[in-house]
């Protein structure tokens, strides 16, 4: 992600990730309240994790929501209230410096609400793929994710320069890229919901939400045209000499977007877990808070959209095409295609895959 407090920053651009993030509530709260509830669960320190969560208001909104709904549960005649060790967890290139100065503001803010540290809470960053283990044997109490899980580990081995212009999956694509995906996404979530299996009590939960798509057709354009139309805005400065070709060929995105059935077939098999609930929603490409106070204006979307996917993408094309790639062009580029994409289509949205998951 783009680090620090600028225009281009993650933490700046992800008005997104936030309207993702509150369809979940009900999802979350649920959650909460079967684990104070089991049997299984003492009373005394909960372990709660946020997996992926970047840098900016988003992470500690979860953290805040979290806290606030348990503590809603316990003033409704419960007593003893749990202390909460809440870690923001994230690959170690994460911006946890400006993570870090959110959590002291955080903290000060519940003193001045609280008298205390959120009656207990305690907020710690905790760097590391959550494709391996993070977390002790049966220690963690509950994990969330939100708008992390259709990253990769890695771009599937193999495909080299098999895509061509493509930067993902799109109809054109060789059936080995198609499989190669589709491999790569199968071995990550397996590990994931296995290093998972092996941290969680025996009542725990977690609530996973990520980009998936409509039909079971892994070439489906529509579920990919927002990477298509930066693959052809990538083409174009190809062919104006601003990029070479074959830095183009060799360029894959480390994203998988997979349909329900994938996601549950991989669940099923791995068998750590059960599936609760499954919640499948829309999100406007330009989805945030404002989405509908303001009457569509193609520009305005089209910039939304653009400094969204630029605030994730940049540091991933500088390390691929190197410090010369105008990224300034490249996402005006971009949101000049996206805006009139979106003009015509004001339907585009991805579809949002959230579940709720308890130990099997």
């Not at 003893?80 to 803010?109: A, T, Y």
């Not at 994710?145 to 193999?158: K, M, R």
């Not at 945030?288 to 009457?295: G, S, T, V, W």
Request: glycine share 6%.
């Amino acid at each position: 992600m783009n680090s620090g407090n600028d225009k281009t920053s993650y933490a700046n651009n992800s008005s997104f990730q936030n309207f993702v993030i509150s369809k979940t509530w009900d999802l979350v709260d649920e959650a909460l309240r079967n684990i104070i509830e089991s049997d299984g669960f003492s009373g005394c320190c909960m372990n709660m994790v946020d997996m992926g969560c970047a840098s900016g208001p988003n992470a500690l909104w979860v953290a805040s929501h979290v806290m606030e709904s348990i503590q809603d549960f316990y003033n409704t005649g419960n007593s003893g209230l749990p202390e909460i060790r809440f870690f923001l967890n994230d690959l170690p290139g994460n911006d946890f410096n400006s993570l870090f100065k959110l959590v002291e503001d955080f903290n000060e803010e519940k003193r001045l609400v609280c008298g205390s540290i959120r009656s207990g809470c305690f907020v710690y960053g905790l760097p590391g793929s959550f494709y391996t283990r993070l977390f002790p044997t049966k220690s963690l109490h509950f994990a969330y994710s939100s708008c992390s899980l259709h990253w990769l580990s890695q771009v599937p081995q193999g495909l080299e320069r098999e895509n061509k212009e493509n930067i993902y999956i799109v109809l054109t694509s060789p059936p080995e890229v198609l499989e190669a995906y589709a491999e790569q996404y199968r071995r990550d979530l397996f590990a994931f919901l296995s290093t998972r299996g092996e941290e969680m009590v025996r009542d725990g939960r977690m609530v996973l939400t990520f980009v998936g798509r409509k039909c079971e057709d892994l070439s489906s354009r529509d579920e990919s045209v927002h990477l298509t139309m930066l693959s052809q805005t990538l083409l174009e400065m190809v062919v104006q000499g601003l990029l070479e070709r074959d830095d183009l060929y060799s360029f894959n995105v480390p994203i998988y977007m997979p349909c329900q059935q994938e996601v549950e077939s991989i669940i099923n098999h791995q068998g750590s877990f059960k599936i609760d609930k499954i919640v499948v929603f829309p999100a406007r490409w330009d989805a945030n808070k404002y989405a509908d106070e303001l009457p569509f204006d193609k520009n305005r979307s089209g910039k939304l959209v653009a400094d969204c996917i630029r605030a994730f993408m940049e540091p991933m094309l500088v390390s691929h095409f190197g410090k010369s790639i105008d990224c300034d062009f490249l996402f005006q580029r971009y949101a000049e295609r996206v805006g009139e994409h979106l003009a015509k289509e004001r339907s585009s949205a991805y579809q949002m895959l959230s579940i709720s998951l308890s130990m099997s």
